[in-house]
């Protein structure tokens, strides 16, 4: 089947979602973020991989942590990093978003890290630029957030060591998430034998368990002997009616606190994408207690973002 982020050979020229990724290519990004781990971990912080290369951040929505390990990951890499200020830019006049891309090209792009909140914003793009040109999708609309599905399996695989006896619970507000959606496919594709979700009815997208996931509304059934919780935020930004009776509510509910995640294995991992919203989805106790790895996965989703700009930029290249 047609993937228009692989090229003719298979290889990896965009990275718009995970969906539809072979294994191969998931466990080549992995592997090639270890190693970046290691070099870094020996102090080596500089590599000549993209030198003379230019990169473009365009975020197009508000972002701390996937904007700025973009930027340490390309200049890791030697390339010339320009981050757009889209407020201050002529999107503001008007301009559209592909008049926007052709005008960067203009200016030797080689590579587009793009944020948006339209679902398929990035593979508009990717469709659109010229031959050579790589685009990775850093968050669209409610669609797909591949590079932090990655750091997520990173996160996984580097404290469970593998995916093939894992129960994975992703909870929290399924139905806006594209995190969740991005972390479902690339789960799925690693040989994750068992997906949870919980969330409230109002909270999941009607026909989630064609994803191969099982769905819970309960904490206490659904946290029971996971490996893994992955928390999700409240996206009240994609909200556009009621779809809780409140925080507290929810939080009484869904929020995890350390009494919850007692249902869970005793050595299970708590993820969580960031920003957090503490007393909302997640109790401080928890976020901040021994079993969280919510700052790791920050530090791994710069090797992460590495191995994906190198991967994407070396098998453009080809194309040129
Ligand atoms: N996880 C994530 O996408 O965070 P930011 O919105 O801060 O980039």
């Not at 503001?92 to 052709?102: F, P, Q, R, V």
């Not at 990035?122 to 990775?136: E, R």
């Not at 580097?158 to 998430?177: C, E, M, P, Q, W």
Request: glycine share 8%; charged share 20%.
């Amino acid at each position: 089947m047609y993937n228009p982020q692989l090229n003719a050979q298979g290889e990896l020229v965009h990275l718009l979602t995970t969906e539809g990724l072979p294994r191969r290519i998931l466990t080549q990004i992995l592997d090639r973020a270890g190693e970046f781990m290691a070099e870094v971990d020996a102090g080596n912080k500089k590599f000549p991989t993209l030198a003379g290369r230019s990169v473009f951040n365009l975020f197009f929505e508000n972002s701390t942590r996937t904007r700025t390990t973009f930027e340490i990951a390309a200049k890791r890499l030697s390339a010339d990093v320009t981050s757009l200020n889209i407020q201050a830019s002529s999107t503001a006049k008007g301009e559209t978003l592909l008049d926007t891309i052709h005008n960067l090209e203009a200016m030797g792009a080689d590579l587009f890290v793009v944020r948006h909140a339209q679902s398929g914003a990035a593979h508009l793009i990717a469709q659109h630029v010229k031959p050579g040109i790589a685009v990775v999708n850093a968050g669209d609309g409610r669609h797909a957030h591949p590079t932090q599905a990655l750091l997520d399996m990173y996160t996984i695989r580097h404290y469970k060591g593998d995916f093939t006896n894992l129960r994975v619970a992703i909870v929290g507000d399924i139905l806006h998430s594209r995190v969740a959606r991005s972390q479902i496919h690339a789960l799925s594709t690693l040989g994750c034998p068992e997906i949870r979700v919980i969330a409230p009815k109002t909270l999941l997208p009607t026909g989630i368990e064609s994803l191969g996931v099982h769905v819970y509304h309960d904490m206490a059934e659904g946290l029971a002997d996971v490996d893994v919780v992955a928390m999700l935020r409240l996206q009240n930004e994609r909200m556009s009616g009621a779809y809780l009776p409140s925080t507290q509510e929810f939080f009484k509910h869904y929020g995890l606190t350390e009494e919850k995640l007692g249902y869970a294995k005793p050595d299970a991992i708590v993820m969580h994408p960031g920003p957090m919203n503490r007393g909302v989805e997640i109790d401080s106790a928890v976020a901040d207690g021994e079993r969280a790895v919510i700052l790791p996965q920050v530090t791994f989703g710069i090797a992460v973002r590495m191995a994906v700009m190198e991967i994407v930029a070396n098998n453009q290249q080809q194309a040129r």
